[in-house]
């Protein structure tokens, strides 16, 4: 059974800093691309970033270029997003997302977890 667990939303005040991360289980996804969807009120779902299998190649929005940082652990079946200088426009629930390559995560991906909450409050 594929399951993509995240954890680690809460509540941040505006500049601050939180991570996010994503558990991903029932497949190799060692060899799947990872990455990061959020939603927030009223809002559509958009793209945040993805990361490569190996990690060799990263994709961010351009809303959080330069503030988010996406990576994987050692045994490449987890994901994390580190966020900093969090806006209260980041406020959003945060879903995991996997796909075999990056593009495929940006444009759709197949497998997605639950979502975390994110608050950032001004």
Sequence with gaps: QVQLVESGGGLVQAGGSLSVSCAASGRTFSTYALGWFRQAPGKEREFVA???????????????KGRFTISRGNTKNTVYLQMNSLKPEDTAVYYCAADRQVDRVRGGP?????????????
């Design 50 to 64: 993805a990361i490569s299998w190996n990690g060799g190649t990263t994709s961010y929005a351009d809303s959080v």
């Design 110 to 122: 197949v497998y997605w977890g639950q979502g975390t909450q994110v608050t950032v409050s001004s």
